[in-house]
């Protein structure tokens, strides 16, 4: 008679294999659960400095025309003749002022560089939005006085329109370019620049 022998796994060694491989699982669901997490945190971070820093470009636009309103009728820069000279209480320059390798006046990046030029106060948005602008605005020359092309950056405008058979229609004088440029700081200092030009007519 053949005897046959059968193994037996005990079911103590099974029980042992099914918590390794619990284990394992637990292991790489926690793994991918930190990721998600990293990856909605870095997500949501990213959507808010998207938010700031649009925030800070509408509050510059403000800004801006706040400052222009200087160049405007009835503002400290509306006289030609009193463009001709510097003006620090409109935080205004006759002449164009250094500028970094950006284009950016050194005068918005040193606080003592700004005294010399300047002296009006920072714009405070107010609120709780912690958010200050400061500009300054200079002309596009290489000296004080009146504008002439070889001096000034001039800009013309030249007119189109009428009938074929009229004479065509003279351009205005040429108009001296003026630049206005903002540093507008938020809450976290985070700073943001804008630059314009403009003619005063």
Do not use: W
Request: net charge positive.
């Amino acid at each position: 008679m053949t005897h046959r022998s059968t193994r037996h796994t005990h079911p103590r060694h099974q029980r042992g294999i099914v918590l390794v491989f619990a284990l394992i699982t637990l292991v790489i669901l926690m793994i991918g659960a930190v990721a998600i997490s990293r990856s909605l945190n870095s997500s949501q971070f990213t959507l808010g400095n998207i938010g700031f820093k649009r925030d800070l470009t509408n509050q510059g636009e403000r800004a801006l025309q706040l400052a222009m309103t200087a160049v405007r009728a009835g503002g400290a820069l509306a006289s030609e003749a009193t463009r001709n000279t510097a003006l620090p209480a409109a935080n205004y320059s006759a002449r164009l002022l250094p500028s970094n390798a950006q284009g950016i006046p050194v005068a918005l990046l040193n606080d003592t560089e700004f005294a010399k030029v300047a002296s009006a106060e920072d714009i405070d948005v107010g609120g709780n939005t912690g958010v200050k602008i400061r500009y300054v605005i200079d002309r596009m020359a290489l000296t004080e006085g009146a504008c002439t092309p070889s001096t000034c950056t001039m800009a013309t405008q030249p007119v189109f329109g009428g009938a074929s058979n009229e004479p065509p229609k003279p351009s205005p004088p040429a108009q001296p370019i003026f630049r206005i440029t903002l540093k507008v700081t938020g809450p976290r200092n985070t700073v943001s620049f804008f630059q314009s030009t403009f003619t005063t007519n």
